[in-house]
């Protein structure tokens, strides 16, 4: 059972930014998509971005697309994700989550989840 850890996770003014860390607990098969996801009060869990460890493709919800990045650290089984120039409707709190199951913004595709961080953005 792999156990995926967030961290980062805090509150800014609008315009700022964040980096989000997921540690895996154990090395998970590069066969696996690593996403994010968030989940604000009132709203279904929400696909941010997803990072395909063999190749590092990555991909991204519209609103997000040229302000959030995903990376990998392999060493280290740790995803992040950078976000900038936030936005008071990012504010939700941030799941990273590892899976092959399905479409790559589907919940059900992913097996593996954190605990999630907060996320708060002020404006």
């Known amino acids: 059972q792999v156990e995926l850890v967030e961290s980062g996770g805090g509150s800014v003014q609008a315009g700022g930014c964040l980096s989000l860390s997921c540690v895996a607990s154990d090395y998970i098969d590069s066969s696996l998509c690593m996403a994010w996801f968030r989940h604000a009060p009132g709203k279904d869990r929400e696909w941010v971005a997803v990072l395909f460890p063999a190749d590092g493709v990555t991909k991204y919800t519209n609103s997000v697309k040229g302000r959030f990045t995903v990376s990998q650290d392999n060493a280290n089984n740790t995803v992040y994700l950078q976000m900038n120039r936030l936005k008071p409707e990012d504010t939700a709190i941030y799941y990273c989550?590892?899976?092959?199951?399905?479409?790559?913004?589907?919940?059900?595709?992913?097996?593996?989840w954190g605990q999630g961080t907060q996320v708060t953005v002020s404006s």
């Open positions: 989550a590892a899976g092959d199951s399905g479409p790559i913004w589907s919940v059900s595709a992913y097996k593996y």
